[in-house]
């Protein structure tokens, strides 16, 4: 392990700046989906509402899926699968996302997205000139993870944007909630460019705290849609139960996917991100064994990480268990969010745990 | 990708259950069955059996699960033994009416207390009652074949028809080699091939759970057998594997002493080095403990102990655990003879190894009447002075740029033969007496290395030697269970890998002879709800088996004409509500 290397001032003041412009830029993107939103609002869709209605009156039928390339003029050279929903699901068409079907709002939304695109690229190389500028991985104390953090999740984002699937829903609570993590680590969490204490440094520093990360940014992108999920999913229960919901309601939440959809969303992300999370709580365990001479001591880091774990756990069974998936399960995930983001900023800061870093 | 066509659909009442003409969904997991039904009925063994099945169901692993985690929560905020027995020590002190209440709630112990053991316990005979089913049932389920195709598979979640002008048996066989091919287990059923795939999501959720057992036995079996202990080491000094030298000890209740690794160290030198400038200036950057060490068989071998880097000798790991300074001084009595040199390691007492300590002269020295007597020094040490008149006796870092000792000294009755447990780092003065310069102040005095502290009315003196040496302390650790908790959570993670990323799930192909004498091929597919995939599958298979059965011309026009457009178009295949299916 290197540590006589000095750390590098000027680099350091690079990366800096570069996290700085990409809140800049973040911000620009900031108000690109506010204007998007802002315009989508001009569309009046309700098909919601028109859905529910439907189905109310025919008792009828099922969602079809028609699959890539399929319907031939005379010869199907594609058979067309016809797919039911799944049982008990309400059937609801996704919202038109955030633009409303309207062109100036989807102007504004690809603009939010190129901008994200740009601030991206700017924190992504912030983090990386951090790096080059301590000679070690850029996670040695919490403003160092807060910007990774940030970074992975936007990177999550763009990935699942690239590759063609429906998430430009995130991208307003997404880009704000990336603003205010950035405030918080470039004021309140700000730690000079620096060197690591001998307990961090290990090679299992980066493979523990990068999938710690990693897990973080996505369960994060779980959370939120599970909590617009709560928000959407009343809001469809009042429409079948023929209530009225507000206006704010009927504009916002009406051009979010339908319930069953972000529901999917989110139980897709935790699932796929559990074994990973798995994964790091035991990477961690085998660190601790070498830096301090016992694998488990129910350190409060480890104990928080542990109550994660289970969180999730209980979550996954829930959704398995009758009775319980649905909102049951969704406050499920919630709760053991709150328990990551507890382990994250609570630990750290008001609890005293082995775990405690140099500068926070 | 795939494009959504929405029509609308829902169902109301009809939920988790399979329905319908059969069972094309059962067993299709091995989850456990959820009981409606109410309490038991039938006397003792009702109960019981009534009993065993709510321990077994997963609403009952849900509440415990969270049970677990709700319990995990108070030892995470209150101090506990098992981690820094002081600190639960000043909790006390400071709580006085709650302690005992924490007390009585093991609050200082949670993770040992009986109420956090028995919901785990709890969890695990709940997990086993449940698994050992679970298993058996999917070893018959592996054992017998996919059930037949249900009689109407519009019904099924995906679904998907057209005619062809090959016959329903070279339908039927193509099929089975398509579906084989794409390793499903195949067989022909009637007029219709049964497929299933994915078997291997129940093996990984069986196996993760098996692996959860293992991770708790490694670690009863670790806890029970390990052997824990730490032994403070001054430069040039070494130290043996055996029970009595260590300074602190503890040991599992199945441990046994001759299962020490027999093994010896010396510490060569200890090095540590400090960020010397900005705002981290103090902060340690490395720590390096080398050691000459011998196994049984009596070869020296080198080696380098690093706070991450434990040395490994045999079952046995030694830690660094914490390092401080061991100032080297010498006493004299009055006729100028030394009673007492050596190395006394100080304790550190914050960030910059500001360190306090004793120096305990127990014989030797006599007093100028040549009486036997004791001597003993409180000792502040600081490896930085700032400089006199500069605040406290206290470091401004932790190398040893100015090191500053100042030492008190008493003499008379140290005590150590009174039978107590003598803390070797604080001094017991009831039965001493400071020394005192004639006209009353106490003898105390700030020095440099190599300076020599003289004791009044020729008491001797004291000399803080030039030689400072350091000391590293070290934590030997014996668990055995490591090897198998590693092999548990390696095939933990493996297991669920598999339970959540293998979807298991069924295909049907049937083909019968249509009135017009052409074939009607329906495919559908059935799978946990979660799967997404299952549409796409079924297209893809259905292409593939178009090769043998290409579509015949549609006699009448199809049905859609648009299929770019989103509108919401009229219901395919029969208009029935969906059905459920059990996931
Ligand atoms: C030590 C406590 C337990 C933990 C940490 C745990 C964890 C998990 C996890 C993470 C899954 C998700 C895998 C998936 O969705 O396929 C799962 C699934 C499952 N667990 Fe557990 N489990 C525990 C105890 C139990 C118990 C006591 C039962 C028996 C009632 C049980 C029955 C099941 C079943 C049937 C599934 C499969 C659910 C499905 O098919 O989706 N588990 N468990």
Redesign the interface.
């Known amino acids: 392990m290197i540590?006589a290397a000095e750390?590098n001032e000027s680099l350091a003041q690079m990366s800096n700046t570069l996290v700085y412009s990409s809140m800049a830029v973040y911000t620009l993107a900031f108000l690109a989906h506010i204007a998007e939103w802002v315009f989508g609002s001009r569309s009046k869709v309700g098909r919601t509402a028109a859905?529910l209605t439907?189905?109310k009156q025919?008792?009828?039928?099922?969602?079809?899926?028609?699959?890539?390339g399929?319907?031939g003029?005379?010869?199907?050279?594609?058979?067309?699968?016809?797919?039911?929903?799944?049982?008990?699901?309400?059937?609801v068409?996704?919202g038109p996302g955030a633009a409303g079907g309207t062109v100036k709002g989807d102007l504004y939304g690809r603009i939010a997205v190129s901008l994200t695109v740009l601030a991206f690229a700017l924190e992504a190389a912030g983090v990386v000139v951090r790096a080059i500028s301590v000679q070690r991985a850029p996670w040695g104390n919490m403003y160092e993870f807060s910007t990774t953090f940030s970074t992975v999740a936007v990177g999550v984002y763009l990935a699942f944007l690239l590759a063609?699937k429906n998430v430009r829903w995130i991208g307003l609570p997404l880009v704000t909630t990336v603003l205010l993590d950035l405030g918080v680590a470039t004021t309140l969490l700000y730690t000079?460019s620096?060197?690591l204490?001998?307990?961090l440094?290990?090679y299992?520093l980066w493979i523990h705290v990068s999938t710690a990360i990693f897990c973080g940014a996505v369960l994060y992108l779980g959370a939120v849609a599970t909590l617009l999920y709560l928000f959407r999913d009343s809001y469809e229960n009042k429409l079948a139960n023929g209530g009225t919901p507000s206006g704010f309601a009927r504009s916002v939440l009406e051009r979010l996917p339908a319930a069953a959809t972000l529901d999917?969303f989110a139980?897709?992300v935790n699932?796929?991100i559990?074994?990973l999370w798995?994964?790091t709580i035991?990477a961690g365990?085998?660190?601790a064994?070498?830096?301090?001479?016992?694998?488990?001591?129910?350190?409060?880091k480890e104990?928080?990480s542990?109550?994660t774990w289970?969180?999730y756990?209980?979550y996954?069974?829930?959704?398995?268990?009758?009775?319980?998936k649905g909102r049951k399960a969704a406050y499920?995930a919630l709760i053991a969010f709150g328990?990551f983001l507890f382990n994250y900023y609570g630990?750290n800061i008001f609890?005293s745990s082995k775990h405690s870093y140099?500068?926070v | 990708m795939s494009k959504t066509e929405t029509t609308d659909a829902t169902d109301t009442a009809d939920t988790d259950r399979v329905t319908g003409d059969d069972a094309a969904g059962a067993d299709l997991s091995t989850a456990p069955r959820e009981e409606t039904t109410g309490g038991p009925t039938l006397g003792v063994v009702g109960w019981i059996r009534w009993f065993w099945r709510q321990l077994t169901s997963m609403r009952v692993a849900l509440i415990l699960l969270f049970l677990l985690s709700l319990g995990a929560v108070p030892g995470s905020l209150i101090p506990q033994t098992s981690a820094d027995e002081m600190k639960v020590a000043d909790f006390k002190k400071a709580h006085e009416t709650l302690t005992p209440l924490y007390e009585k709630l093991q609050l200082f112990d949670v993770y040992s207390s009986v109420w956090f053991s028995a919901i785990y316990i709890l969890l695990f005979v709940s997990l086993i009652g449940c698994i050992v089913p679970r298993t058996w049932q999917f070893v018959g389920q592996l054992r017998g074949l996919p059930p037949g195709a249900p009689k109407r598979l519009t019904r099924l979640p995906a679904y998907t028809t057209w005619r062809t002008e090959a016959g329903p048996e070279e339908v039927r066989e193509a099929a089975l080699a398509v579906l084989k091919g794409r390793r499903f287990r195949a067989r022909a059923a009637g007029d219709a091939v049964a497929a299933e795939k994915g078997y291997l999501r129940e093996a990984g959720n069986l196996l993760f759970h098996l692996a959860l057992i293992v991770m708790l036995v490694a670690f009863a079996w670790g806890q029970l057998f390990k052997s824990e202990g730490g032994k403070l080491v001054v430069e040039g000094d070494g130290f043996s594997n055996t029970l009595t030298q260590y300074d602190d000890f503890k040991s599992g209740s199945q441990f046994g002493v001759d299962e020490l690794e027999p093994f010896s160290f010396t510490l060569d030198s200890f090095t540590g080095t400090y960020e010397k400038s900005g705002p981290q200036r103090g902060t340690p950057r490395t720590f390096e403990a080398a050691v000459t060490y011998t196994r049984g068989d009596g070869k020296d071998e080198k080696a380098v102990i690093r706070v991450n880097e434990p040395l490994e000798v045999g079952d046995s790991k030694v830690y660094l655990i914490a390092h401080g300074y061991a100032p080297v001084v010498t006493v004299k009595d009055g006729r100028g003879k030394v009673v007492y040199r050596g190395a006394v390691p100080l304790l550190p007492i914050d960030n910059n190894i500001t360190s306090t300590g004793a120096i305990k002269v127990m014989d030797g020295y006599r007093d100028k009447n040549g009486k036997p007597e004791q001597l003993g020094f409180k000792a502040f040490f600081v490896p930085t002075f700032a400089g006199a008149g500069q605040g406290d006796m206290f470091s401004q870092f932790p190398a040893l740029d100015f090191p500053v000792m100042a030492l008190t000294g008493y003499h008379g009755d140290l005590r150590v033969n009174s039978g107590l447990p003598q803390n070797v780092y604080q001094l017991d003065t009831s039965k001493m007496t400071q020394f005192k310069v004639e006209g009353g102040t106490g003898v105390a005095q700030r020095m440099r290395p190599g300076e020599t502290m003289t004791l009044p009315d020729g008491a001797g003196s004291i000399t803080f030697e030039k030689e400072i040496k350091e000391w590293a302390s070290f934590q030997v650790s014996q668990q055995p269970g490591n090897g198998l908790a590693l092999a548990g959570a390696v095939a933990a993670i493996a297991g669920l890998t598999g339970s959540l990323f293998i979807h298991r799930r069924r295909v049907w192909v049937r083909a019968v002879r249509g009135e017009d004498g052409t074939t009607v091929v329906e495919m559908a597919g059935l799978g946990r709800s979660e799967s997404a995939k299952l549409p796409e599958e079924l297209a893809e298979l259905a292409v593939a088996l178009t090769a043998t059965a290409p579509p015949a011309p549609e006699p009448a026009a199809p049905e859609s004409a648009d299929p770019e457009s989103a509108a919401p178009e009229p219901a395919e295949a029969e208009a029935e509500a969906s059905e459920g299916v059990e996931k």
Do not use: M, N
């Open positions: 540590l750390t859905a439907e189905q025919a008792a009828a039928a099922a969602v079809s899926v028609q699959v890539k399929a319907g003029t005379t010869v199907l050279d594609r058979p067309k699968v016809v797919t039911r929903a799944a049982a008990g699901a309400r059937d068409p996704d063609g000079e620096d060197q204490v001998p307990a440094d290990s299992w999917k139980y897709r699932a796929a559990f074994p798995t994964f035991i365990a085998i660190w064994g070498d830096a301090w001479g016992r694998y488990w001591g129910w350190d409060a104990v928080w542990f109550i289970v969180g756990a209980a996954l069974h829930a959704r398995a268990t009758a009775g319980w499920i328990c630990v609890v140099a500068g």
